[in-house]
């Protein structure tokens, strides 16, 4: 059974996130810093008449941060926004969702994160659950 996905890059690799779970993609403009937050947490940004919170997806998978990105993925976990930032949005499209392989080596960041693969011209492409990047303190106060 195919299902669609948007195609994005967070960290230079190629992910694939089911559209089922996304809200909208943007551009954040400015980022106000919360004090004491996770490191994963770059601030929070105003979005149409709502507050978001950033995550740096970097971070939130144990790499290094992100950088100057303004591109994100928002996406709705238990009734909050969050702008989850990914380096780059490359397209919409379907694909067959295949099991992640035993053989896989993934960092333990992008093991929480991964439900699957997909392949796009020969690249896989690691189908990841954007709601495993918000850190669990935040889904628990939520």
Not at 2 to 15: D, N, Y
Not at 63 to 72: H, I
Not at 99 to 127: H, N
Request: aromatic share 4%.
């Amino acid at each position: 059974m195919t299902e669609l996905f948007l195609v994005a890059r967070i960290a230079g690799r190629g992910v694939a996130i089911p559209a089922t779970q996304v809200d909208s993609v943007v551009d954040i403009g400015e980022i106000v810093a919360v004090p004491r937050a996770e490191d994963c947490i770059k601030g929070l940004a105003a979005l149409r008449s709502r507050v978001v919170t950033v995550i740096d997806t970097g971070l939130a998978l144990g790499l290094a941060p992100l950088g100057r990105t303004v591109r994100a993925v928002i996406i709705s976990v238990d009734g909050h926004h969050y702008a989850v930032l990914v380096d780059a949005l490359e397209d919409v499209a379907t694909f067959e969702r295949r099991p992640l392989s035993f053989g896989l080596s993934l960092g333990p960041g992008w093991r929480a994160a991964a439900t699957g693969v997909v392949e796009r011209d020969g690249e896989p492409l690691l189908v990841i659950d954007p709601a495993a990047l918000i850190p669990a303190t935040l889904q628990q106060a939520a």
